[in-house]
C-alpha cells in the first residue's frame, strides 16, 4: 500500500476521499481509480493546485514520481529518481508559475545500523515535473527527510528543510537554486511551525535528549495573541514519518 494514506476533499462535495498508496478510496470506501504503472509501493504523496488552475493535483512519489489529476488522469512523470522517497510542494522559485516539487532520491541503500553508508540527493521539479536540478552527492547517507518550511524570514520564499543527511552534514534550509540558506546546529528529526503567531514559522531539532528551536531572526517568547488557541494544520496534528499532505487551495 505505502507508508500511510492521506484524507482530503478533492472533489469538493464536501465528503473525503482517502489516497491509500496508489489508490484513491471515495468516503465510502470504493475504489475510484488507481496510479498506473508503478512499483513497489507509494512512499509519499502531496496534495496540492500545483498547474495553477484552480484544483487540487496529486502528486505521488515511489519507484517514480507522477502527478496527477483528481480524476485520476496522469499529467506527467519523472524518472530521474531511482527510488522517490520524499516529496514536498511550495513556491521555492516564486519566479516561476505554479509549485515546485522538491524531493528526495534514494539511490544507494547500505543499511550498516545507522544509516551512515548509502546515498542520496535531493532534486527539484518545476510545475510540469521537468527537471530543476539534482544535488550531487558527496558525503554518505541515505536517510535524508526533505519537507518544505514557509516564511522562515517575513516576505521569504518557501525553502527546502533537509535534515538526518549523515556523516556530519548538519540540518539545513535550502533555495529553490539549492543554495543553503540556514543551518542549524544540532542533528536530530525535524518539525516546523509558527509557534508564537508571529507569522513566520519555526524549526525544532529535536533528539531524546533536547528540542531547540531555531528562528530566522530574534522573537519575544511571549505569545502575539495570548489566550487564543493557533490554528494548526494538517501536518502538525497528523504527523508521520514521512512528511506528506497539502497545500492550501
Known amino acids: 500500500m505505502g507508508h500511510?494514506?492521506?484524507?482530503?476533499?478533492?472533489?469538493?462535495?464536501?465528503?473525503?476521499?482517502?489516497?491509500?498508496g496508489y489508490?484513491?478510496?471515495?468516503?465510502?470506501?470504493?475504489?475510484?481509480?488507481?496510479?498506473?504503472?508503478?512499483?513497489?509501493?507509494?512512499?509519499?504523496?502531496?496534495?496540492?493546485?500545483?498547474?495553477?488552475d484552480g484544483l487540487p493535483e496529486l502528486v505521488v512519489g515511489g519507484s517514480v514520481t507522477v502527478m496527477y489529476d483528481r480524476d485520476g488522469r496522469e499529467l506527467w512523470r519523472y524518472e530521474?529518481?531511482?527510488?522517490?522517497?520524499?516529496?514536498?510542494?511550495?513556491?521555492?522559485c516564486?519566479?516561476?508559475p505554479g509549485l515546485q516539487i522538491a524531493g528526495l532520491d534514494r539511490m544507494v541503500r547500505e543499511d550498516d545500523g545507522k544509516g551512515l553508508k548509502g546515498k542520496d540527493a535531493m532534486f527539484l521539479l518545476?510545475?510540469?515535473?521537468?527537471?530543476?536540478?539534482?544535488?550531487?552527492?558527496?558525503?554518505d547517507g541515505w536517510l535524508t527527510i526533505v519537507d518544505a518550511v514557509s516564511m522562515f524570514w517575513k516576505n521569504a520564499?518557501?525553502?527546502?528543510?533537509?535534515?538526518?543527511?549523515?556523516e556530519g552534514v548538519l540540518p539545513a534550509l535550502y533555495d529553490g537554486k539549492m543554495n543553503r540558506v540556514a543551518q542549524f546546529a544540532e542533528q536530530g528529526y525535524a518539525v516546523h511551525g509558527d509557534l508564537l503567531g508571529s507569522g513566520t514559522e519555526q524549526v525544532i531539532i529535536y533528539?531524546?535528549?533536547l528540542a531547540?528551536?531555531?528562528?530566522?531572526?530574534?522573537?519575544?517568547?511571549?505569545a502575539v495573541h495570548p489566550g487564543r488557541p493557533l490554528p494548526q494544520p494538517k501536518r502538525l496534528y497528523s504527523s508521520t514519518l514521512y512528511p506528506g499532505g497539502e497545500v492550501e487551495l
Open 4 to 20: 500511510y494514506p492521506w484524507v482530503y476533499d478533492l472533489d469538493g462535495d464536501g465528503r473525503d476521499e482517502v489516497m491509500a
Open 23 to 52: 489508490d484513491l478510496l471515495d468516503a465510502d470506501g470504493k475504489l475510484k481509480w488507481s496510479c498506473r504503472d508503478l512499483d513497489d509501493h507509494a512512499d509519499c504523496l502531496w496534495v496540492g493546485d500545483v498547474n495553477g
Open 80 to 92: 530521474g529518481s531511482i527510488e522517490s522517497q520524499h516529496l514536498a510542494l511550495g513556491r521555492f
Open 94 to 96: 516564486p519566479e516561476l
Open 126 to 139: 518545476d510545475q510540469n515535473g521537468k527537471e530543476l536540478w539534482k544535488e550531487e552527492r558527496t558525503t
Open 157 to 166: 520564499p518557501d525553502y527546502i528543510l533537509a535534515y538526518r543527511r549523515g
Open 207 to 209: 533528539t531524546d535528549e
Open 212 to 222: 531547540a528551536v531555531y528562528a530566522g531572526e530574534p522573537l519575544p517568547l511571549a
